[in-house]
């Protein structure tokens, strides 16, 4: 199996094609912009990353998809066939994942803000409530061990150590610092390890990280799996597993494509790391949890979207489209860059901004980009938006959430 999938979008003849069908054939009748998604890339990518595991001496990987990168209910059912568990962080992904059917012993929640309401929630679903509460505060180990106490239950908890590195990524999106709200750190974690009021009903089961999103290369992580290991062996506590998180990173340009670490590197590299960081010291043997969002569902979507006009301002040319920055926010919040291919394609090319219909500058997929030179109601597809392409979508300036599409 490749590591790579050949993307679900082809050229023949100069037509664009989604999962070997004509794209204006899928865009028919339908109200654009929409999400496309190819249910073969899905599978292929969550395959080949449990598949990698095995093969790379990961111990009893549990993978738990990261929810928030796409919480569509084909998504979820389709992983939950394949086994997946999944990673939460609102009670609104935890009913999603449990109206999938995904066993609520493979799931856990992660997030700063959990309420009292969601924690309640997540101990009395299923028999025995979630795997773990990922935990990233004192005060909220305190809260969960109350209403653990309140409802005469026990809560297995994790705590998500803060591992102060500097993932190379986004400033927006790397989350492992010690100046980011999330997790706890080392010395933090082992006062509270001695607080006996915290621990009435609350069960330590493991330690997790998560840095930061769509990573490329992997120095971060393995001194975050460094720093992981250290704390573990020096808590007496036998754990039963050690969570790395997500962020594996997809290729969005051509450049990244080259760089980027595979997910067999990847898993190599988490699996050396525990070696020598943690199994070659202890004969304790804690299976491995991962939370993988983006590497899973990134490279299965498209958003279809029709040119509304096209227009000249001085020496610019804007190709405006009816997908905005509502639909998809990744241009505007952390300027990433999509592919934006046309339906037909043609020798003859322009420079175009690919603009949408927000009132906002930054409505914008893209500026100087080589486009064959588009009419209104031709089509286009704007690339590798699977994860936190819907998700991120909001009804801002009164436009209607895109509909998803599966294939
Ligand atoms: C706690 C946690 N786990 C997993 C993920 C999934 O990350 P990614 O989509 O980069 O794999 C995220 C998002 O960054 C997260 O915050
Ligand atoms: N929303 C981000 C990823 C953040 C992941 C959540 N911790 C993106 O679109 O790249």
């Not at 990673?87 to 935890?94: F, I, T």
């Not at 603009?355 to 486009?371: A, H, M, N, Q, Y």
Request: glycine share 6%.
């Amino acid at each position: 199996m490749k590591n790579i999938l050949p993307s679900p979008l082809q050229y023949k003849n100069n037509t664009l094609y989604f999962a070997g069908i004509r794209l204006d054939t899928i865009a028919r009748n339908k109200r654009t912009p929409f999400y496309l998604y190819s249910k073969k890339t899905l599978r292929h990518y969550y395959e080949y990353f449990s598949k990698s595991a095995a093969k790379n001496g990961i111990v009893s990987p549990l993978v738990c998809y990261a929810l928030k990168a796409n919480s569509n209910k084909d998504v979820l059912s389709t992983l939950k066939t394949m086994g997946s568990g999944a990673d939460v962080v609102s009670v609104g992904e935890l009913k999603k994942a449990l109206k999938a059917g995904i066993d609520p012993q493979k799931i856990v929640f992660s997030g700063v803000a959990k309420t009292e309401d969601e924690i309640r929630f997540a101990l009395k679903c299923g028999k025995k409530g979630i795997y773990s509460f990922n935990v990233e505060s004192i005060e909220e180990l305190d809260m969960i061990n109350s209403i653990a106490k309140k409802l005469k239950t026990r809560a297995r908890v994790a705590f998500r150590l803060n591992p102060r590195v500097n993932a190379k990524t986004h400033k927006h999106i790397s989350t492992g610092n010690k100046t980011h709200k999330f997790g706890l750190l080392k010395e933090d974690i082992l006062e509270a390890m001695d607080v006996a009021a915290l621990w009435t009903n609350t069960n330590l089961v493991g330690l997790s990280i998560h840095i930061g999103s769509q990573l490329t290369e992997l120095n971060a992580t393995i001194k975050a799996i460094e720093e992981l290991s250290k704390l573990a062996l020096k808590l007496e506590t036998p754990l039963e597993f050690l969570d790395v998180g997500g962020g594996l990173g997809i290729d969005y340009t051509a450049e990244e494509r080259s760089k980027l670490a595979s997910i067999d590197t990847y898993m190599k590299a988490v699996s050396d790391a525990f070696e020598k960081y943690y199994y070659s010291k202890t004969d304790h043997c804690p299976r491995i949890v991962f939370e993988p969002g983006r590497i899973i569902v990134g490279k299965m979507g498209v958003l279809v979207s029709r040119v509304v006009r096209t227009k000249i301002s001085d020496s610019n040319h804007f190709t405006i489209i009816d997908a905005g920055m509502n639909d998809l926010i990744r241009p505007a919040l952390y300027e990433a860059y999509h592919e934006v291919l046309p339906a037909q394609t043609s020798k003859q090319m322009i420079k175009t901004d690919i603009v949408g219909p927000i009132c906002e500058t930054s409505d914008c997929f893209g500026t100087g980009r080589k486009l064959p030179k588009l009419n209104a109601g031709d089509l286009v597809v704007i690339d590798n938006v699977g994860a936190y392409g819907q998700t991120m979508a909001s009804t801002y300036n009164e436009r209607q959430i895109a509909t998803e599409y599966f294939i």
